[in-house]
């Protein structure tokens, strides 16, 4: 794992040029299936399952980070599932 927020500078250009290359090839493609009378319904619908996916995503690795993070404490406190106990 990363110790420096110098990481960052890096993987943020990269992430969001992926981001940048691959968003519209999704909505082109919604675009393409839907009639002209539902077009702005349909990105409407796509955007928000998508960030509504995202919400859920960030939600579940900040729970995920958190619990990864107090087991950890605990084990270096010596309360983890390998201490016994008297």
Same mark, same amino acid.
């Given at each position: 794992m990363a110790r #420096? &927020? /110098?990481w @960052?500078?890096? %993987? %943020?250009?990269i992430y969001g040029g992926y981001r940048a290359l691959t968003d519209g090839v999704g909505r082109a493609c @919604? #675009?393409?299936l839907l009639p002209s009378s539902l077009l702005g319904t349909g990105?409407?619908?796509?955007?928000g399952i998508g960030g509504g996916c995202a919400? @859920? $995503?960030g939600a579940t &690795? $900040?729970?995920l980070a958190v619990a990864l993070l107090t087991f /950890? +404490? +605990?084990l270096d406190? &010596? #309360?983890g599932p390998e201490t016994k106990r008297s």
């Open positions: #420096s &927020g /110098g @960052v500078w890096l %993987l %943020l250009p @919604v #675009s393409d990105l409407g619908f796509y955007q919400l @859920v $995503a &690795g $900040a729970l /950890g +404490r +605990r406190q &010596g #309360s």
